[in-house]
């Protein structure tokens, strides 16, 4: 029996894992986020064990003709090592490139990023985790002075009077954590939820808040005029712990709520009735998601939402203030520690010259040597093949061919490249483009830490054996790195790389240097910062203050701006993205287990939307957008706005619909909005009594009017 963590979400539920013959059995365990509950995906998460899938042997193309086949290890890494330095002599050493994941354990994201800067020398790295939590953290470091995606235990939540989930649907995400709703409502407190579609964590709310698509900080602003209008700002709190209100007081002073309604779609009344509940109450949490996160406008929406809770006083008391609900397993740590175009390991800047000194120490090398800020993510991408870019691409954890923006143009760039390298334990989308696929470990046949939403870092512990041929990736970087003659250690034990991280992170601001193996095993998770093996770690951030300088909060005056893509003659309905209960990001590996119901994309539309097009529940409907189209059935919903569609994004094609516009401050592309077109593929052909096609005629409401602020 090995008490061990989920391979999915940033909740990182426990569960204890039990061999049974060759099966491998998931059983209840206690641990503080879950208390023994798991949802599907957690229940069934061992079904990839054994299947005809799994990679067993490392693969080369030959590109003549097009075929794979099958390889040794040390000959595919002798392969790649040779080509990399080839590239780099050619080329220089930018042209190597790394994509990472944001479900890697800490150790890898590490060794991955040393990877990058030690044995390749190139600036090009960066992973997946830009596109899910980058607009909260680049938030919470402007506002607060550092980006944990909660400040507090999850568990907070039950203890505070209102909370408002802004573009989350945790009931359907991370269905473990919709308890805390329960038990907040049942002791008297409040759920506001902030969603244009009414999901399964909507119908649990107090108020339900239907915006448009693109309008959460317009309907942040009207909040806070409110606020302020009714003499509920905290004064005092603004005072001593925070600076810059005065400038967001005048900026919101314009957004009165027949205004945010214009705008927004919701009514005044509602958001007079969301702003009066949060004045009246004594603690507010205001936790955002990717629906208010995945947007061109996404840092400034987040910072929105902190302003209002500054202005009330929040940050910083008990079970209250602003978090963010990070996505992937490992979100958190993943950006942590070196995988992220800008960063080095412990959060720090890698162009602040006394981080690259630390660093440099750490690795045994001249701070001079490690590069500097790389492309992020989407830029890395579309830059693959190009004059200035990347010549090749070692892909980590990570299906971008299903997962990127605009996906086509995506999957263009890493056709055009000298060299792809993809390292995952089925053939995925991703990796069936590969020159070289390499057949690596699954959670359950290694050790590693992950840190979860809360901040906690946790430990996955080895329960089996790996299959014969298979090998992690903290083997094929240190095997690419001795081929490569990288100066410094390169272990492969888990343990020792975590005791290497610790060091690297000591006096970051994501400091692990206190946080032990022995430690998390003993203590349920440690929380960072845990500077010390004799400090207790840090459930609760900002009780005294916060991380910037002087100790203060930073209100930060933000304007509205919409989407990057208006609506159209052309494309007349916002398209929105999300995700479904049985499935996983790109579903690569919960679409291959039997378990989970797989019954492919959708289109959720209104029944006013289906009318007008001549759309049936369950028939085909062709979805247009600038950048390309896919057919998928409908489903014909009244939770969903009339102006606007839905489509889940784990399977392959949807990402061809969205928008590549990214946030200027996080570099978050803008996932949760574009303009798009939507008809029926029957309607043409469908037989009617008079054998004539009639469209039905039934007006959409007209949308909202976008409008710039004052
Ligand atoms: S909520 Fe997340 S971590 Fe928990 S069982 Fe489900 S997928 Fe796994």
């Known amino acids: 029996m090995t008490d061990t963590h989920c391979p999915y979400c940033s909740l990182q539920c426990g569960m204890t894992l039990q061999r049974k013959g060759p099966a491998l059995e ?26 005809r899938e799994r990679l067993t042997t490392p693969l080369v193309r030959d590109r003549a003709t097009g075929e794979l086949t099958a390889v040794g290890w040390d000959e595919a890494l002798d392969l790649i090592a040779a080509r990399l330095s080839a ?12 994509f990472g994941g944001g479900g890697l354990t800490n150790e890898k994201a590490y060794l991955l990023g040393k990877l990058a800067r030690v044995a390749l020398g190139t600036s090009q790295i960066d992973y997946n985790g830009r596109w899910c939590m980058s607009s909260a953290a680049s938030a919470g470091n402007q506002a607060f002075g550092i980006d944990r995606g909660l400040p507090f235990p999850l568990a907070d939540i039950e203890q505070t009077d209102v909370l408002v989930l802004v573009g989350s649907n945790l009931a359907e995400t991370m269905p473990p954590a919709a308890r805390h709703l329960d038990r907040l409502r049942e002791r008297g407190g409040k759920v506001v939820v902030v969603d244009p579609r009414l999901t399964p964590t909507g119908e649990r709310a107090d108020l339900f808040v239907q915006p448009l698509p693109g309008t959460d900080l317009a309907l942040a602003l009207g909040v806070l005029h409110l606020i302020d209008a009714g003499g509920s700002v905290d004064e005092a709190y603004v005072q001593e712990r925070t600076t810059g209100f005065e400038e967001v007081r005048r900026g919101v002073a314009s957004w009165w709520p027949e205004r945010v309604e214009r705008v927004t ?52 008391r008990p079970a209250a203030g602003y978090g963010c609900l990070t996505g992937q397993g490992n979100g958190q740590g993943g950006r942590e520690h070196g995988q992220k175009a800008d960063q080095l390991p412990g959060y720090r800047s890698i162009e602040d010259p006394a981080a690259r000194a630390h660093v440099g120490r750490v690795w045994g090398v001249d701070p001079a040597t490690i590069p500097g800020k790389g492309r992020s993510a989407y830029e890395l991408l579309s830059a693959l093949g190009t004059a200035d870019g990347p010549r090749s691409l070692m892909v980590l954890g990570s299906n971008i061919v299903v997962s990127a923006p605009n996906a086509l143009a995506v999957t263009e760039r890493l056709q055009s490249l000298d060299l792809l390298v993809v390292a995952d334990i089925v053939m995925s989308e991703t990796a069936a483009l590969a020159d070289v696929v390499l057949p690596v470990t699954q959670w359950a046949e290694e050790s ?16 089996i054996s790996p299959p014969a041929g298979v090998r992690s990736d903290l083997d094929l970087i240190a095997g690419l790195a001795a081929r490569l003659d990288a100066p410094g250690g390169w272990s492969t034990d888990p343990e020792e790389v975590f005791t290497e991280l610790r060091a690297a992170t000591a006096g970051g601001r994501a400091d692990y240097s206190g946080i032990t193996y022995d430690r998390i095993r003993a203590e349920d998770g440690v929380f960072w910062p845990c500077p010390a093996e004799d400090h207790a770690g840090t459930p609760r951030l900002f009780a005294d203050s916060f991380a910037h300088p002087d ?32 499935q996983y990001q790109s579903g690569a590996q919960t679409r291959r287990i039997r378990e989970l119901p797989d019954d492919g994309a959708f289109v959720e539309v209104h029944p006013l939307l289906a009318g007008r097009i001549g759309a049936r529940d369950g028939e085909p409907v062709l979805i247009r957008t600038a950048r390309g189209e896919m057919k998928a059935p409908a489903r014909v919903v009244t939770t969903i706005r009339p102006d606007v569609v839905f489509v889940p994004f784990h399977w392959v094609g949807v990402n061809k619909l969205t928008n590549d516009a990214l946030d200027p401050s996080s570099r978050m592309p803008e996932f949760k909005v574009c303009a798009a077109a939507v008809e029926s593929c029957l309607v043409a052909s469908r037989d009617t009594p008079d054998g004539r096609t009639h469209r039905p005629q039934i007006a959409l409401q007209p949308a909202p009017s976008r409008e710039a602020p004052a």
């Open 26 to 51: 998931v059983l209840e365990r206690s641990f503080p986020v879950n208390e023994g509950a798991l949802c599907r995906k957690g229940w069934t998460s061992t079904g990839l064990r054994g299947t």
């Open 87 to 98: 590239l780099r002599a050619e080329h220089g050493a930018d042209a190597n490139a790394i």
């Open 551 to 582: 100790g203060r909060a930073r209100f930060i005056a933000v304007e509205h701006r919409g989407p990057a893509e208006a609506v159209s003659a052309a494309y007349p309905v916002h398209l929105t993205t999300g995700r479904v209960l049985a």
């Open 448 to 463: 590693g830490t992950m840190t979860n939403l809360e901040g906690r870092v946790i430990l996955r512990e080895r329960a």
């Open 265 to 316: 779609g919701v009514e005044a009344a509602d958001v007079r009735a969301l702003a009066d509940l949060l004045a009246g109450a004594e603690k507010v949490m205001v936790l955002t998601a990717r629906g208010a996160e995945q947007h061109t406008t996404g840092t400034d929406t987040v910072l929105a939402w902190i302003n209002v809770a500054l202005a009330l006083g929040m940050p910083g």
